[in-house]
Structures are given as structure tokens and as C-alpha cells.
């Protein structure tokens, strides 16, 4: 298993503005995501995070919108851009070691006003 | 169709009752299958997880696949007040994007 922190686990923002969320990891890894989950909605995986490489977004999630970095193999962010009321929600990192096993943070509370 | 298919609930059972949980999903890529339990404003957390059709068991807990019917379950025996949470199923295909497909998740209150 992983242990997964985020930063921070919540915050209440203004429309319009940014948010940057943290997620650090006590080991290396490779694959990691960034999920959002809606009340009453599934997890949504928003992109992959792959150190040394692009992220790479699922249908409906952009760039632009939700800019990721991955620095090194046990951290990344993403930032939640130009906010609106619609992007209130819990956004989740994972991590998966291995195929067919992923671990999740405690996760990050937004709500934009 | 959804490609997984989950059972919001809510779903109340005593203390002691056996609880099952399932899952009907459309995509017969996946190959490996998980439930995770999630308390409230926390992050979901791995239960158990499988490859095959058949049972897997874990103390209280048993996972079951059957691939032919695209059909899982999670059973809980012995039901406790601290069972109370939501519970996913997720599942995964083959190949090199580990990207999980995940239900919407079933809300279970056990009550002493």
C-alpha cells in the first residue's frame, strides 16, 4: 500500500480565482491521477500524472483548466483554474504501484462561491 | 448503458446481518475488479481487490466475480455499526493506463 497526503483538505474560494492542491506520497511511483468526485457521482479520473512526461487528460477535463506538474516520483499538484461555482467538488490523488491496485488520498474539499 | 452499473442504496440492515453489494458492468476488457469503502470526508479505501472469477475471502469480507455474467458482489458477514460507510466497486482493463471505471457507490447504515 501508499500512504497519500493532500494539502490542503479543504478550502472555500472565490469564483474566478485559482487553487492549488498538493498530493505527497511516502514512496515512489510512477502512475498517479487526479480524480473529482460530485455528490451523488462516480470518481471521474480527471488526467494521468506520469513524472517525466505530459499528463494526459480524460474527455472533458483540459489543460488550460486543470494544470497539473509532476516534479518527481512522489509528488504532484493540480490546480483548479479560473473557478466556478460548477468546480465545487472533493478532488482526489491516487497512486497505483501496480496493475490492478491504487490507493487514494484523503482527499480535498472545494467550494467556490 | 453505463459501463458500471451500482445500486445507490440506501441500504439499513441490523447489526449482525450479512450485507451484499453488487456491481453489473458492460465492458468485458476489465480485468480486475475492487471495492473500496469510503467513510464520510475521507478518501476511499482499498477493501479487496481480484483478478479472477470466483470468491475471494478476507476475514469478514468476500469479494465474488463472475466474468460471464459481468457481475460482482461484496459480501459482509456479520455486519457492524462500524461497516457504515459508502462502498464502490471499481474496475480496471488490461494494458498499460491502470485507469479504474468506477460505480457510483452504495450508502450502507448498519444499526446497533
Known amino acids: 500500500s501508499a500512504v497519500i497526503s493532500q494539502k490542503p483538505s479543504r478550502d472555500i474560494c472565490q469564483r474566478g480565482t485559482s487553487l492549488t492542491i498538493q498530493c505527497q506520497v511516502d514512496s515512489q511511483v510512477t502512475m498517479m491521477f487526479w480524480y473529482r468526485q460530485q455528490p451523488g457521482q462516480s470518481l471521474t479520473l480527471i488526467a494521468t500524472a506520469n513524472q517525466g512526461s505530459e499528463a494526459t487528460y480524460e474527455s472533458g477535463f483540459v489543460i488550460d483548466k486543470f494544470p497539473i506538474s509532476r516534479p518527481n516520483l512522489t509528488f504532484s499538484t493540480l490546480t483548479v483554474s479560473n473557478m466556478s461555482p460548477e468546480d465545487s467538488s472533493i478532488y482526489l490523488c491516487?497512486?497505483?504501484?501496480?496493475?490492478?491496485?491504487?490507493?487514494f488520498g484523503p482527499g480535498t474539499r472545494l467550494l467556490v462561491l | 448503458q453505463k459501463e458500471v452499473e451500482q445500486d445507490p442504496g440506501p441500504l439499513s440492515v441490523p447489526e449482525g446481518a450479512i450485507v451484499s453489494l453488487n456491481c453489473t458492468y458492460s465492458?468485458?476488457?476489465?480485468?480486475?475488479f475492487m471495492w473500496y469503502r469510503q467513510y464520510s470526508r475521507k478518501g476511499p479505501e482499498l477493501l479487496m481487490y481480484t483478478y479472477s472469477s470466483g470468491n475471494k475471502e478476507d476475514g469478514r469480507f468476500t469479494a465474488q466475480v463472475d466474468k460471464s455474467s459481468k457481475y460482482i458482489s461484496l459480501f459482509i458477514r456479520d455486519s457492524q455499526p462500524s461497516d457504515s460507510a459508502t462502498y464502490l466497486c471499481a474496475m480496471g482493463g488490461g494494458g498499460s493506463n491502470y485507469k479504474l471505471t468506477f460505480g457510483k457507490g452504495t450508502l450502507l447504515t448498519v444499526n446497533p
Open positions: 465492458n468485458s476488457a476489465f480485468q480486475y
Open positions: 491516487s497512486v497505483s504501484p501496480q496493475e490492478g491496485s491504487q490507493y
